[in-house]
């Protein structure tokens, strides 16, 4: 499966952002997926996790609260909504999925596929 994240851009503290990563080559829904974001010089960090029907989600201490993760099988996409956002939320973000595994967790090393990350910048 190919995945292609996109929605990053430039928001000043408190703004909003909605990431989407869309699925090609295979349906989405054969997959749990997965958010990480990554600063330079820093591991690749977990952010939020989905099921493959939707029905369990995990987030990051950081991000509960603040961000909400969803997927549409119907149209092969996975979003990441960014509310109130801090400029330590700036990052990298990248979407991955994962088969083998009811919902993803925190290892980088599990995932099969990696969109090729968007850049969200906060300013403060």
């Known amino acids: 499966v190919q995945l292609q994240a996109s929605g990053g851009g430039l928001v000043q503290a408190g703004g909003s952002l909605r990431l989407s990563c869309a699925a090609s080559?295979?349906?989405?829904?054969?997959?749990?997926m997965t958010w990480f974001r990554q600063v330079p010089g820093k591991e690749r960090e977990f952010v939020a996790a989905?099921?493959?029907?939707?029905?369990?989600?995990y987030y990051a201490r950081s991000a509960e609260g603040r961000f909400t993760i969803s997927r549409d099988n119907a149209k092969n996409t996975v979003y990441l909504q960014l509310n109130s956002l801090k400029p330590e939320d700036t990052a990298v973000y990248y979407c991955?999925?994962?088969?083998?595994?009811?919902?993803?967790?925190?290892?980088?090393?599990?995932?099969?596929?990696w969109g090729q990350g968007t850049l969200v910048t906060v300013s403060s």
């Open positions: 991955a999925s994962v088969a083998s595994q009811v919902i993803g967790g925190s290892r980088v090393a599990d995932y099969d596929y």
């Open positions: 989905i099921s493959r029907t939707g029905g369990t989600i």
């Open positions: 080559g295979r349906t989405v829904s054969t997959y749990a």
